[in-house]
């Protein structure tokens, strides 16, 4: 399965941006995909994750309120709403997907990962 992640730029606090993410696996409706997001000098983290129909997702609370995460099973993406950004959001976002049937929060819960995507929020 290949992501490819689009979507970031410099956007001012209390900005907005939507990513995107493609995968090239034709059976993408059964993937859960996530995101998670990559700081300078920080550990990956988990951002957000959806379901294999989009009925069912999970935030982390650092985001919870502002972001939102969907999927089109259409058109093999899923996408990562942002609003109300903050400088602390600034980082490499990056896409997953996974075989799994629950929602993980854990980067070893996902089994392919996309190049990722830099978004930069200035104050």
């Known amino acids: 399965v290949q992501l490819q992640a689009s979507g970031g730029g410099l956007v001012q606090a209390g900005g907005s941006q939507r990513l995107s993410c493609t995968a090239s696996?034709?059976?993408?409706?059964?993937?859960?995909m996530g995101w998670f997001r990559q700081a300078p000098g920080k550990e990956r983290e988990f951002v957000a994750a959806v379901s294999w129909s989009g009925g069912s997702t999970y935030y982390a609370d650092s985001v919870k309120g502002r972001f939102a995460i969907s999927r089109d099973n259409a058109k093999n993406t899923v996408y990562l709403q942002m609003n109300s950004l903050e400088s602390e959001d600034t980082a490499v976002y990056h896409c997953a997907a996974g075989w799994r049937i629950a929602l993980v929060t854990t980067r070893e819960g996902y089994d392919y990962w996309g190049q990722g995507t830099l978004v930069t929020v200035s104050s």
């Open positions: 696996e034709r059976t993408f409706s059964t993937l859960i």
